[in-house]
């Protein structure tokens, strides 16, 4: 699986939308660009994935970049709840789903 | 989603002795799981996968005869951790593969051993 680069960690205002950016610039054309996030001495939470179109749900979007190089998370609302650590994750398809490789993430913290 | 949980959520134990870790589909079969071990500031790390009805396969560098995995039934996945060690303490979480044909994984809220 390709390896992802991401921030160590970014500040975001309570309300404002929270950016997360991701470098995965190995990536395949069969692999799928993953986000978890994980709350403090909690799993890690999915949170939305794609393969090369952007995508929505009642989490976050998720916007791939056309050579799919790059990614971004998008908040559009943060809250306080969103402080957690934030993992982009690069897998492809077979049989080893739910098979991941975790990297360092980013720690986002969501101030008042 | 697929709700997947972990029993017990935290446990201490003395140097020595062995700690049995549960991890449950609750709502769907899981014919894989898989067990991951974090410790203090570090990023999650893949000790194995659990396949239902046959041995695990374990990671690189994992010590199978010390991290015991059963996965006896759809449903039901256990870790077993002995002759434990201070070394040992971590926060150990398991997943399960979303039953539904789609790819994201679901995971425990993980256990916190802590050994004495």
């Known amino acids: 699986d390709a390896k992802t680069t991401q921030p160590t960690s970014m500040d975001c205002a309570e309300g404002r939308a929270a950016n997360l950016p991701c470098n995965h610039s190995t990536i395949s054309g069969n692999e799928y660009v993953y986000w978890y996030r994980q709350i403090h001495s909690q799993g890690p939470q999915y949170i939305i994935h794609?393969?090369?179109n952007n995508e929505t749900n009642e989490m976050a979007s998720l916007i791939i970049t056309e050579d799919r190089k790059s990614s971004t998370l998008i908040l559009p609302h943060a809250t306080l709840r969103d402080t957690a650590v934030y993992y982009c994750?690069?897998?492809?398809?077979?049989?080893?789903?739910?098979?991941?490789?975790f990297g360092q993430g980013t720690i986002l913290t969501v101030h008042p | 989603g697929a709700v997947v949980s972990q029993h017990p959520s935290w446990v201490i134990c003395k140097s020595g002795t062995s700690v049995k870790i549960e991890c449950r589909s609750l709502?769907?079969?899981?014919?894989?799981m898989f067990w991951y071990r974090q410790f203090p500031k570090q990023s999650l790390m893949l000790m194995a996968t659990s396949n239902e009805g046959s041995k695990a396969t374990y990671e690189q560098g994992v010590e199978k005869d010390k991290f015991l995995i059963n996965h006896a039934s759809l449903t039901l996945s256990t870790l077993t951790v002995t002759s434990a060690h201070p070394e040992d303490s971590s926060f150990y979480i398991c997943?399960?593969?979303?039953?539904?044909?789609?790819?994201?994984?679901?995971f425990g809220q993980g256990t916190r051993l802590t050994v004495v």
């Open positions: 794609g393969l090369k």
């Open positions: 994750i690069v897998r492809g398809g077979g049989t080893s789903y739910g098979k991941l490789t």
């Open positions: 709502d769907f079969q899981a014919t894989t």
């Open positions: 997943s399960a593969r979303d039953p539904d044909g789609n790819t994201e994984a679901f």
